[in-house]
């Protein structure tokens, strides 16, 4: 069974640029959720998505948003980087469901620089 | 909002030492509650959950107890070993799935 895998692991980009960071999630599981978590900081929900929907969202602004793919895979975008978008973004994947434990599974994360 | 506080850290212990990590929140209704483990250069791992008041989470040797009353949910271990060297975070879900709350997260460091 492959655990959630994150890519790019480190990511350098300047103010004003755009990034796209993507998650694979575990096999069987139907949701993905991102985070972003700020140096020492405990993780923010950022948004979640539930068979290729938006299934809720976080205090973020709409230059942060996503998609989940057919394959239950996901991007998160960020437009108009800021110096504050510098973190480690995390996406967890997990089984929704009745009956389904919904734990949700991390993946290492990809740490974003902004300069 | 939901909210979570955690005590201040960082903690740092002898081995075989008594663990305690406070936690504390603020919710609506009767929210799911979990510990979260992140070692150095990994992910979160699911260290222990608790989703009904009175319910007690342990694994690892790792326990926390569901307290409604006092809307807590302090982790405890017996005997830490160098290890157990990373850094833990309490979190809270509205319901037992669903968007994740966390503290601010305790960073504990275990000398031999």
Redesign the interface.
Same mark, same amino acid.
Request: aromatic share 18%; no cysteine; proline share 4%.
């Given at each position: 069974e492959t655990g959630?895998t994150q890519s790019p692991t480190h990511l350098i980009k300047t103010r004003g640029q755009q990034v796209t960071l993507r998650c694979s999630s575990q096999s069987g599981h139907n949701?993905v959720?991102w985070?972003q978590q700020a140096l020492?900081?405990?993780?923010? $929900?950022i948004f %979640?998505y539930y068979r290729e929907e938006e299934n809720?969202r976080?205090n973020f602004p709409p230059r942060f948003s996503g998609l989940q793919f057919p394959n239950y895979s996901s991007e998160l975008n960020v437009n108009a980087l800021e110096l504050d978008d510098s973190a480690l973004y995390?996406c967890?994947s997990?089984l929704?469901g009745q009956g389904?434990s919904?734990? %949700? $599974? $991390?993946?290492?994360?990809t740490r974003l620089t902004v300069l | 909002g939901d909210s979570?506080t955690q005590m201040e850290g960082p903690v740092t212990l002898s081995e075989e030492a008594f663990l305690t990590i406070n936690c504390t929140y603020t919710a609506t209704g009767y929210p799911s509650l979990f510990w /979260?483990v992140q070692y150095p +250069?990994?992910?979160?791992?699911?260290l222990l959950?608790a989703t009904k008041a009175d319910d007690k989470g342990s694994n690892k040797g790792f326990e926390a107890t569901y307290r409604k009353e006092t809307t807590s949910f302090h982790l405890e271990k017996g005997s830490v070993q160098v290890s157990d060297s990373a850094v833990y975070?309490c979190?809270l879900s509205p319901t037992? /799935? +669903?968007?994740?709350?966390? +503290?601010? +997260?305790t960073i504990l460091t275990v000398h031999p």
């Open positions: 959630v949701t959720s985070y020492g900081q405990g993780p923010q $929900f %979640q809720g976080g995390l967890a997990s929704e389904a919904n734990e %949700q $599974f $991390f993946g290492p994360g | 979570v /979260y +250069g990994e992910g979160l791992q699911l959950k975070f979190a037992s /799935y +669903g968007k994740l709350t966390f +503290g601010q +997260g």
